[in-house]
């Protein structure tokens, strides 16, 4: 299996998951344009795509979804509340190529398998996804108000984690926000702090030397180097030793990671 973050950060999202057999994107919130550059970036044709999955309906992730599925003519995969809140942000879609994938539900795309879990944030049903070739796993869990023992359960033995690290508190206090947008960010359908996403990694990693990409950074709340340093110094406090038993990674909302194995 193999996978890139293509873009990740409050300003867009996606990700590339690919087998021998099958490649797929996890949202696709930049424009077409720029998914195309960041897959051929990492060496990948789009016109080789096989699918889309949508995890929920918010312009971060949803930016770009109808032009890749038209043009390259994809099948979009989301459960049913989420497609009721996709008509009419992504454009015309054909009957074909629209795909249900509920909460819970375990598929297989050719030799790919998919299991979704729902998570806690304010759209209609959001959704994270673990993916399985028959030796590796990936789990993806981003825009989490909190991280529930369902969801480590879910996610846990995984071989890499997309997680979310979105904001630090402090930052998130002093900004220029609304009251009401802290108040939603800072909320249990909001997203995850560094300090969260440590604590929560902490019952999920088992120091087998998982890689771990730190995701959906917030722009004016957030920094790559105090996000990777606050989950380092939880996880070395708890008897982790990063760059050895756990490999933390850094994403962006502008260029794609390496595209890795596992």
């Not at 193999?2 to 950060?9: D, Q």
């Not at 989301?78 to 598929?107: M, Y």
């Not at 991280?147 to 997680?163: C, H, L, N, P, Q």
């Not at 004016?220 to 990777?228: Q, V």
């Amino acid at each position: 299996m193999r996978f890139s973050v293509l873009a990740s950060g409050s300003t867009g999202n996606a990700i590339y998951v690919a087998t021998d057999r099958v490649s797929v994107l996890i949202d696709v919130g930049i424009t077409g344009k720029q998914a195309e550059a960041a897959l051929e970036t990492i060496g990948v044709n789009p016109a080789d795509l096989s699918a889309i999955l949508v995890t929920h309906e918010h312009v971060d992730h949803i930016k770009g979804v109808g032009v890749m599925a038209r043009r390259y003519g994809l099948p979009i995969y989301a459960n049913e509340k989420t497609w009721s809140e996709l008509d009419g942000q992504i454009g015309t879609i054909k009957e074909d190529q629209r795909r249900f994938f509920s909460v819970g539900e375990k598929k297989e795309l050719e030799d790919l398998g998919i299991e979704s879990f729902g998570i806690s944030h304010d759209a209609a049903e959001p959704m994270g996804f673990c993916f399985y070739d028959g030796k590796k796993k990936l789990s993806v869990a981003t825009d989490l108000g909190y991280v529930s023992d369902r969801i480590k359960e879910t996610i846990r033995g995984a071989d890499a984690y997309v997680f979310e690290s979105n904001h630090d508190v402090e930052l998130l206090r002093m900004s220029q926000y609304p009251w009401s947008i802290k108040r939603r960010i800072l909320s249990d359908v909001g997203h995850l702090s560094n300090e969260a996403a440590g604590d929560a990694l902490l019952d999920c990693l088992t120091g087998g030397a998982e890689r771990v990409y730190l995701a959906h950074l917030s722009k004016e709340n957030n920094m790559i180097d105090l996000a990777r340093l606050t989950v380092k110094n939880i996880l070395e406090e708890r008897g982790l030793s990063v760059g050895n038993d756990v490999h933390l990674r850094d994403t962006y909302p502008d260029r794609p990671t390496k595209l890795e194995e596992l």
